[in-house]
């Protein structure tokens, strides 16, 4: 039998949001419709809670403030003399939609609960902690990266990473920002045993409960002029994510199948690269899903982030040398592997081990931090690798590197040639990439509401995939990387470049964000002999 959902017609809400605008108007205040029409510090009353729930349409604030979606009923006056019996002098009345107060009194709730949860009272739960959740709640809900805290003299700035782009959040003062701070490594982090000291670089993981979600945070400080500087970055949200492949991700047919390819050799290294935060880890994570489930998998990885049933996940503590990288993954080697994931290659300890793995027989799936494919040589090379050794071609095998590029929002982007900013530089882009590509291209709009009004629709993988022939095995022995680009050039291999122009050409990329994953895109900068 169909549920009957009890519904209130269109005509009575369009009556109630003309009341509610008519008391606000009169009370010469605004409707409250969001946290943000609220002083952060001010939650739910508890002594009042209960009753608030049982009304359905007010909600009393610890600073007895009454919020209520009908202010001019009689319950408000039921309210003022409830909060006058428990010797509470009651504050101003303000109208407030609906909505609000229902989010009002759920964040109340789960409040209450990760608090039993966690074994904390009402009173031991502090401010600042509070403060902390609901800044890493909002982070999340907007699908933030990083959260930049900025504690100097005289204030605290608040930005946060969104697509990549630093964004402003919030100014407080420098006694909240210390505060946070020192209540997030102090009271929140795994090991809460060191203290935060502002004069020294730090770093923490941090867990924490939040809408009933296991969060995790890595946490970074270090001293700066009048002040520190902390990083938060999100690892995980607790929401099951589902993994996303590589084509979802921003991976063209033919590097996938090169990829499927190498996923399937018997032995080897695949080694993806990019900067930080290029999202090097989800792509290694799809990869782990073309594994066998006939194939043993170890992973080693700093710290666990996602469980993934069919590995055996070993996670690394870099404090302590006997728990590091390279000790965990030669420990794995002795587990009768087929499969091992290296979760990064920091130092030459790692990179040995990941050479002897691939030598002896094992599938080897790494990190790296480099800027092109090419480089990852150059970079191993570096590490205390031998040429000839890379060049062996049971170890280097399929060589990724990767960035990321904002997306428009496909629901407000205009067209490159009707956008005012980009008038300036269409001239330089048509002597490059053709008037064609130019007069298809779309630009970032003034956002809507599918976009949050960022204009922005996500972010895409930029990619160079190179499968590693015997050509290219002479050219990685004499270290020779400007050789090896133009024979791959010559044999239809794409770089960073190659793929930004298709991104631009198939309206998926505003030229400026391009740009900014390959440089300037103008004749200057791709001449092969600068001009001065
Ligand atoms: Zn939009």
Request: with cysteine; net charge neutral.
């Amino acid at each position: 039998m169909a549920e009957i959902v009890p519904d209130i017609s269109t005509e009575q809400q369009d009556i109630r949001q003309t009341k509610l605008a008519q008391y606000a108007a009169a009370t010469r205040t605004k409707v409250l419709a969001s946290p943000s029409d609220l002083d952060a510090k001010d939650k739910v009353m508890q002594e009042m809670a209960a009753w608030c729930r049982e009304q359905g349409n007010i909600v009393v604030l610890k600073s007895a403030t009454i919020l209520s979606s009908d202010p001019t009923s009689r319950n408000i006056q039921n309210c003022k003399s409830l909060l006058l019996s428990k010797g509470i002098h009651p504050g101003h009345v303000y109208a407030a939609k609906q909505s609000f107060l229902d989010l009002l009194m759920d964040s109340s709730d789960e409040e209450n609960v990760s608090k039993r949860q966690k074994g904390e009272t009402t009173a031991t739960f502090s401010d600042q902690q509070r403060h902390l959740r609901d800044l890493v709640g909002e982070a999340i809900k907007q699908d933030v990266s990083d959260i930049h805290i900025q504690v100097r003299q005289t204030y605290t700035r608040i930005r946060m990473r969104q697509h990549g782009e630093l964004k402003i959040y919030a100014e407080w003062s420098e006694k909240l920002g210390r505060e946070i701070a020192s209540v997030a490594f102090n009271k929140e982090t795994d090991h809460a045993t060191s203290h935060f000291n502002p004069m020294l670089p730090q770093d923490a993981s941090m867990p924490l409960k939040i809408r009933g979600n296991e969060v995790r945070l890595r946490l970074a400080s270090v001293p700066a002029h009048g002040g520190f500087d902390m990083v938060m970055r999100i690892l995980a949200t607790g929401e099951e994510r589902k993994g996303k492949t590589l084509d979802e991700l921003g991976y063209t047919d033919r590097q996938i199948e090169i990829i499927k390819m190498s996923m399937r050799l018997p032995f080897g290294a695949i080694i993806v690269a990019g900067p930080t935060g290029s999202g090097k880890t989800t792509t290694l994570a799809s990869c782990m899903e073309m594994v066998e489930p006939t194939a043993k998998l170890y992973s080693i990885e700093d710290p666990v982030e996602k469980v993934v049933e069919a590995a055996t996940q070993v996670p690394v503590n870099t404090e302590k040398e006997d728990r590091s990288f390279a000790m965990m993954g030669r420990a794995a080697l002795r587990m009768d592997p087929d499969v091992i994931i290296l979760g990064e290659m920091r130092d030459e300890d790692t990179a040995s081990v990941m050479v002897r793995a691939s030598i002896t027989g094992h599938l080897v799936l790494t990190t790296l931090h480099t800027n092109r494919a090419t480089a990852i040589v150059t970079r191993l090379v570096d590490m205390g690798i031998s040429p000839d050794l890379l060049g062996d071609s049971s170890v280097l095998r399929c060589l990724m590197c990767q960035r990321l590029a904002v997306k428009v929002c496909p629901s407000c982007a205009v067209a490159v040639v009707d956008s005012p900013r980009h008038q300036k530089y269409i001239a330089a882009w048509e002597e490059v990439l053709g008037k064609e590509v130019i007069a298809r291209a779309k630009a970032r709009g003034n956002g809507c509401e599918k976009c949050g009004r960022s204009g922005v629709g996500g972010r895409v993988v930029v990619a160079e995939v190179i499968w590693v022939d015997d050509e290219g095995r002479q050219f990685i022995q004499k270290c020779d990387t400007l050789g090896w680009e133009r024979y791959l050039k010559e044999n239809g291999w794409l770089d960073f470049r190659d793929r930004a122009i298709d991104l631009i050409q198939a309206g998926i990329c505003d030229p400026f964000d391009a740009e900014k994953v390959v440089g300037p895109i103008n004749p200057s900068t791709l001449a092969k002999v600068f001009k001065y």
